[in-house]
């Protein structure tokens, strides 16, 4: 167990059977369902998978809590929410376009980060548990007496300006921007703001949920290691009051009245649970003699799909790194992909588009669409000295999937798309000469 001087404390390791309890004796021992739970607390499976999926990818925790879910008054719908939340398929029709957005500002009303969720695109459909949505948040406000959680899919949150406090069922996770939370498919949470306003993105993930990429002839280590994914340690709200449970379920948002926390788990034990990873501790992986790798080597989680190596999505980053390659191109290189390709980016720039990309802006390559260095910067690398260079300053993501990724209505349509994105690549001029080799 970790132990900061201050804030939550967290148990650590990927997918681990974790088990932890805030206060002594609370989590039954040689069995999960006792006849009478100690404390007099019920007990509740909470289910990520299905009761039946393989071992290796079976999710599930036994919560210990004060209530069980059921006590909760009935749904009703939600329309104040957020009008700009979508979940897909979309109606419009996709064009083929390279797409590039700037951030969204921060917001000149009160509003807390479920108010706010502005869905930039999805691919697949929730429905069938396929695919993923992208949405946008920019927040000013803690989320009082309300909890929310997603019946659609596993939050990936990505946050770029401001810092989060994730109280959620299995206790309480803070993720500044460089780290990233994962919450399970259903898991409830409330979203503080503790350092003021906050700006972000979070993939609301349909499919499988996340695990970590194999490691193939790399070996044992390396990438994201498992011992750096944090779990939050049981944490419980005892308090009642006229609360509010909001839920996303099927892509439409809903409202239930709670007389009490629904965060009053005592003590837990599983591995489906929240979690959170520094992004500095990815142990990034590269050429040291030539050529640009594939990006597929800096995925730090992988969304599987039916098909072997065929990612429902993937999350990649592009952090501070060395570059050493010799005679080569170092930059992205041109490109066209099967696959379908949404990036963010949280600090710094990106070394592909040195203008243009905005942290907490966005770009989208679709299947087959042609994209890469934008021209000044193909002149830059081609021109270059090439001596061992660290990046620095720098940390965008890609959300790769194999669904096409639909903008949606409000991302064709806001004056934060950049309608001359094209233009980036306008100075690639012929150098062709076939006198000269
Ligand atoms: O900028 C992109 O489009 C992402 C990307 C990065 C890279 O290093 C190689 C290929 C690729 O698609
Ligand atoms: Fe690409």
């Known amino acids: 167990m970790s132990e900061p001087a201050t804030g939550p404390r967290y148990l650590t390791g990927f997918d681990n059977e974790h088990e932890t309890e805030a206060l002594e004796g609370a989590l039954p021992r040689g069995r999960f369902s006792p006849q009478r739970v100690p404390y007099g607390l019920y007990a509740e499976q909470f289910s990520s998978t299905a009761f039946t999926a393989p071992r290796a990818s079976n999710r599930r925790t036994w919560l210990y809590r004060i209530r069980p879910s059921v006590v909760q008054g009935d749904y009703a719908p939600y329309p104040e929410g957020s009008p700009l939340l979508a979940t897909g398929p ?15 500002p921060l917001p000149e009303v009160d509003v807390d980060l479920v108010d706010s969720l502005t869905t930039v695109a999805s691919c697949g459909d929730a429905l069938a548990q396929q695919g993923m949505g992208i949405h946008l948040y920019a927040a000013n406000r803690s989320m009082q007496d309300r909890y929310f959680y997603c019946a659609d899919g596993e939050w990936l949150l990505i946050p770029q300006q401001g810092e989060l406090r994730l109280r959620t069922e299995c206790g309480v996770l803070d993720v500044a921007p460089g780290f990233v939370a994962v919450i399970p498919r259903g898991m409830k949470f409330a979203v503080d703001l503790p350092t003021g306003p906050a700006r972000g993105y979070v993939c609301e993930n349909y499919g499988a949920p996340f695990v970590l990429p194999e490691r193939g002839p790399v070996g044992a280590n390396g990438y994201a290691n498992d011992r750096d ?52 501790r990815f142990n990034v992986i590269g050429s040291v003699s030539y050529d640009h790798p594939d990006p597929s080597i800096l995925t730090v989680l992988t969304s599987p799909s039916e098909t072997e190596g065929v990612a429902n999505v993937d999350f990649v980053i592009f952090p501070p790194r060395w570059m050493v390659a010799e005679n080569t191109f170092r930059p992205p290189w041109f490109h066209r992909n099967v696959m379908n390709e949404y990036m963010g980016l949280i600090e710094g720039v990106y070394d592909a588009k040195e203008t243009g990309f905005l942290p907490g802006g966005g770009s989208l390559h679709n299947c087959m669409s042609p994209h890469g260095p934008e021209a000044a910067v193909f002149e830059k690398a081609s021109n270059a000295t090439l001596k061992p260079e660290r990046y620095v300053d720098t940390l965008a993501f890609m959300l790769e999937s194999r669904y096409l990724i639909q903008p949606t209505p409000w991302a064709l349509e806001t004056s934060l798309r950049q309608r001359d994105y094209c233009r980036c690549w306008e100075g690639l001029t012929r150098h062709f000469d076939p006198t000269r080799p």
């Open 90 to 104: 979309q109606r419009t029709n996709t064009p083929p376009n390279m797409l590039r957005w700037d951030p969204l």
């Open 229 to 280: 994914f944090e779990y939050p340690v049981a944490h419980y709200e005892d308090r009642e009051g006229d609360i509010e449970l909001l839920c996303k379920f099927a892509g439409h948002l809903y409202r239930a009245p709670i007389d009490h926390s629904p965060l009053d788990v005592v003590a837990w034990t599983g591995n489906s649970a929240p979690y959170r990873y520094d992004l500095s």
